[in-house]
């Protein structure tokens, strides 16, 4: 589920950005937690049977059993630590603690109910219900600790993205893929990547790594600027030279930066930031650029008036911005 975080009041977002910055919760609050779930698991599993219409054993109260189960189930917790560890950073380990802390509480109590059994002709607690209180208390103890996790990583991801470039990636072929899969799994990419960019119109209702197509007839100003897309990542690879140019003379009508991918080896070897490179006059020209001796130039240029053909072309505006200097 994507939260928009406009939508979210901006307390919460400052008091869990302030949590997510420590270290880790107080433990007392992590052991005061799982005590309220392993006491709510309990009642829960009684209420189902209550439902069902099986009837208790009556040799110890409700409460006594309760303080029985939890106290023991409390005490095995207790022994592994499974409240010390980062809630945020729950592991396979973790959550492998949990369970046995759980199977060991259900053994014992069983071991003790066939005692009982033995010495007293009757149970203390019924089977069915250790079997349900323990698949009740490893579901709801691991939702918890999979809550906080989720939340931690969507309020970093929030606050993080405010600091972040949106950026467009120019097709959906399997090259453009695979960088935007690169930026996306990047922890340290100063970009977020917006969607994909197609002159295609089919398939813009399917997602690629959770983010949407565009047709090249949706990209507007209004729509730039309403969304802040600041840059357009091209793999020059992937297009034709008069592909390139119109791709090129279109971005800039719009005032987006363009940035040029290098290779998916290259990428992965170096950093983001400093692999993308924005698109030169160079780029789109079929040769070596020319250098010129530019005092000689606007010696020529100097207070005439100047007539550039195909201006409103990518190379032909570039013309213009060098002679307007």
Same mark, same amino acid.
């Given at each position: 589920m994507n939260l928009n975080p406009r939508f979210l /009041? %901006? #307390?919460f977002l400052i008091w869990a950005k302030r949590n997510s910055e420590k270290n880790y919760s107080p433990r007392w609050i992590v052991v005061m937690i799982d005590i309220f779930i392993l006491i709510f698991s309990?009642? &829960?599993t009684y209420f189902i049977l209550d439902f069902l219409n099986v009837k208790p054993? =009556? @040799?110890l !109260?409700? +409460?006594? #059993? *309760?303080t029985l189960v939890v106290g023991l189930n409390f005490f095995f917790m207790y022994l592994f630590k499974t409240y010390s560890g980062v809630i945020r950073h729950t592991s396979f380990f973790d959550l492998a603690k949990l369970i046995l802390t759980i199977l060991l509480t259900i053994i014992i109590l069983l071991v003790v109910n066939k @005692?009982?059994?033995? *010495? =007293?002709g009757s149970y203390?607690?019924?089977v069915p219900v250790l079997v349900i209180y323990g698949t009740f208390s490893f579901v709801f103890l691991f939702l918890f600790r999979l809550s906080i996790r989720a939340i931690y990583h969507y309020v970093n991801d929030v606050n993080r993205s405010k600091f972040l470039k949106k950026i467009l990636i120019l097709g959906t072929d399997a090259n453009s893929i695979a960088i935007a899969n690169v930026v996306i799994s990047n922890t =340290? $990419? /100063? +970009?977020?990547?917006?969607?994909? &960019? *197609?002159i295609n119109k089919d398939n813009l209702t399917q997602r690629i790594s959770s983010k949407p197509i565009f047709s090249k007839s949706k990209l507007t100003k209004e729509f730039v600027e309403e969304n802040d897309i600041e840059f357009v990542l091209i !793999? #020059? %690879? $992937?297009l034709t030279r008069s592909e390139l140019n119109a791709w090129v003379s279109f971005l800039m009508e719009l005032d987006l930066k363009m940035l040029k991918a290098p290779s998916i080896e290259k990428l992965k070897d170096k950093n983001i930031s400093g692999g993308f490179q924005k698109i030169q006059i160079e780029d789109l020209l079929n040769r070596e650029s020319i250098s010129m001796d530019k005092t000689d130039v606007e010696l020529q240029l100097n207070n005439k008036k100047i007539l550039v053909t195909g201006g409103a072309g990518s190379i032909g505006s570039e013309i213009v911005r060098q002679v307007a200097k």
């Open positions: /009041p %901006d #307390k309990f009642y &829960l054993i =009556n @040799i !109260n409700f +409460y006594e #059993k *309760t @005692i009982f059994f033995h *010495t =007293n203390l607690i019924r =340290n $990419s /100063p +970009y977020e990547i917006f969607g994909f &960019l *197609t !793999n #020059k %690879d $992937s």
